[in-house]
């Protein structure tokens, strides 16, 4: 039983500092740029897996925002593309 230990699986986690490599070695923990309150609230987990997704896309900058607040800024990109769209189709 005691050679059933799953270390792999369980990771660090680690606060994000800026210039920190991003290799998907640890969990880590951000700050929300768009959540209100304290710092303690505006934190998220940014996942090993998470990061590794990041860079195989190809992005350069980690995320600045929680899922919660990249979801709501999608929408009004969206919201604000498609109202832009359809003023242009209406002509
Ligand atoms: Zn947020």
Request: charged share 30%; with cysteine.
């Amino acid at each position: 039983m005691q050679n059933q230990k799953t270390d792999k699986v369980r990771k660090e986690i680690r606060i994000y500092a800026p210039g920190m490599p991003i290799d998907g070695t640890y969990d880590l923990i951000m700050t929300c740029c768009a959540c209100h309150g304290p710092e303690e609230n505006r934190q998220f987990v940014w996942k090993a897996e998470d990061q590794i997704y990041y860079q195989e896309q190809g992005y350069k900058e980690p995320p600045a925002r929680c899922k919660g607040c990249h979801k709501k800024l999608k929408e009004a990109q969206r919201a604000a593309h498609n109202a832009t769209h359809s003023a242009a189709a209406k002509h």
